[in-house]
């Protein structure tokens, strides 16, 4: 697959994020998606299948008033595509680790993407 059909992919599945639109990202994920979040080094939540995602996405896009991600590098590494994020949210509810409705989150990590058969078969997020 070209890089420019990746980025492609990438950007639009990026897009769907920004707008919570649900569907768009599905869409754009393999049936068997593997999707790992780590914090720190550490894996904090890991999904398996398309199921278990939409489970995630649903429930995460309840946590915020708005979100952004935006794509600071990006390349390509050993078969997988590395993107650097800055991500930018507002809770719209108050969070077990204290951070309350209304407050501003912001982080920079980076993404890690496998795509196969035109659809993006892993994503790893690392903050």
Do not use: W
Not at 23 to 29: E, P, R, S
Not at 67 to 81: A, D, L, M
């Amino acid at each position: 697959m070209s890089d420019d059909t990746s980025r492609s992919i990438i950007g639009r599945y990026i897009e769907a994020y920004n707008a919570f639109h649900i569907d768009g990202m599905l869409a754009l994920l393999h049936d068997d998606i593997v999707f790992h979040n780590y914090s720190g080094g550490k894996l904090e939540l890991a999904t398996n299948g398309i199921g278990e995602f939409r489970e995630l996405a649903e429930k995460s896009a309840t946590l915020f008033a708005s979100r952004c991600q935006t794509i600071t590098g990006y390349r390509s590494e050993n078969g997988e595509i590395v993107v650097d994020i800055h991500y930018d949210a507002v809770l719209a509810v108050d969070l077990p680790n204290g951070l309350k409705s209304g407050e501003q989150m912001e982080l920079a990590g980076k993404s890690v993407f496998q795509i196969e058969d035109g659809k993006i078969l892993r994503i790893e997020d690392h903050s």
